[in-house]
């Protein structure tokens, strides 16, 4: 009898294990976002405010989310995310494919929930590229594989998440978004709509934005 008890037990707390990783697993891998670009290459760089959200929870120490814009179909990403330390500002140029030094990312304890906070992120036409925040340099880069990345290309504003499922943000919305539209960035033209767009949910998560409007990008962020 005693060892039929034990061989139960043993059996229990297997069940018990392997519910207990599946359900972890699966809870940490929410990955996902909202992304709106333009269907032309036609565009050397953008430029947008976001309107942060007033209210941001943002659960587990690894845990994100953010909010920035795009260059091109490779990955050049740079803007704001938000841990549960605080707002960071980053620029991500190749990092995946090409190591760290395509990546940069710093805390702004100016940066509150929200905030109002003017970006620009322009293909230099050299090899770099560069942000801007409320009108002044940030950050220039290397492209990793500038080929990468067409002098005119499309462009792209993107809000995004991170974590194991927890995290929420109140309304986060775009505003004033122009299009760079010359090498020399004297032209920009109005992200109205007007222009050829589309807009996707992106991996793991990206239904878990609530979407107010597409141009400019309004989402909110709900918990699962």
Not at 199 to 222: C, I, Q
């Amino acid at each position: 009898m005693k060892k039929k008890i034990r061989k139960i037990s043993v059996l229990l707390s297997i069940m018990l294990t392997f519910v207990f990783i599946s359900n972890n697993a699966y809870a940490a891998d929410r990955h996902g976002a909202v992304k709106t670009e333009t269907t032309e290459k036609k565009w050397t760089g953008i430029s947008a405010d976001i309107v942060l959200p007033k209210t941001v929870n943002v659960v587990g120490s690894a845990s994100y989310v953010d909010w920035y814009l795009g260059l091109g179909d490779a990955v050049i990403e740079s803007g704001i995310s938000r841990t549960p330390q605080g707002y960071k500002v980053f620029l991500n140029s190749g990092e995946k494919e090409g190591g760290s030094q395509y990546w940069v990312s710093e805390y702004d304890t100016n940066i509150k929930d929200g905030d109002r906070v003017a970006l620009k992120l322009i293909n230099n036409n050299n090899g770099t590229v560069s942000l801007y925040v409320n009108n002044v340099l940030r950050y220039t880069k290397p492209v990793y594989k500038p080929s990468r990345l067409a002098q005119f290309d499309i462009v792209k504003m993107v809000q995004g998440v991170q974590d194991a499922g927890g995290s929420s943000f109140s309304q986060a919305s775009f505003s004033n978004v122009l299009l760079r539209a010359d090498a020399s960035g004297a032209v920009y033209t109005p992200f109205d709509g007007k222009i050829p767009y589309k807009t996707t949910r992106v991996d793991v998560g990206g239904n878990n934005f609530t979407v107010y409007s597409h141009v400019p990008l309004s989402t909110s962020l709900f918990a699962q």
